[in-house]
């Protein structure tokens, strides 16, 4: 099992920056690859960044990419996703994800374990 707590989240204006923690306790953090993904208000949950368990490999949406970085620290086991140039298209309620098999997917179904969300509001 794996618990995930994300923060980081809330009320910015277009073009700025955010920084995004998901804390993990339980099964060995350095275990899983991890996963950022969002739900936008009224839309479907989609894949934001994703990284592999030692870190050294990273993807990411397309809509992000170059906007956002997904970093993570094993000894504290936390993931981060420094958000910048924000748009007002990024709100959403952002999740990280969990995946024990450390696969690096843009597939919501195979990561069993989430956080609860953090909300993200970009004004315009």
């Known amino acids: 099992q794996v618990q995930l707590v994300e923060s980081g989240g809330g009320l910015v204006q277009a073009g700025g920056s955010l920084r995004l923690s998901c804390a993990a306790s339980?099964?060995?953090?350095?275990?899983?690859?991890m996963g950022w993904f969002r739900q936008p208000p009224g839309k479907e949950r989609e894949f934001v960044a994703v990284?592999?368990?030692?870190?050294?490999?990273?993807n990411y949406a397309d809509s992000v990419r170059g906007r956002f970085t997904i970093y993570r620290d094993n000894a504290k086991s936390t993931v981060y996703l420094e958000m910048n140039r924000l748009k007002p298209e990024d709100t959403a309620v952002y999740y990280c994800?969990?995946?024990?098999?450390?696969?690096?997917?843009?597939?919501?179904?195979?990561?069993?374990?989430w956080g609860q969300g953090t909300q993200v509001t970009v004004s315009s």
């Open positions: 994800a969990a995946d024990p098999v450390g696969r690096i997917s843009s597939s919501s179904s195979e990561y069993p374990y």
């Open positions: 990284i592999s368990r030692s870190g050294g490999i990273s």
């Open positions: 339980g099964r060995i953090f350095s275990a899983n690859s």
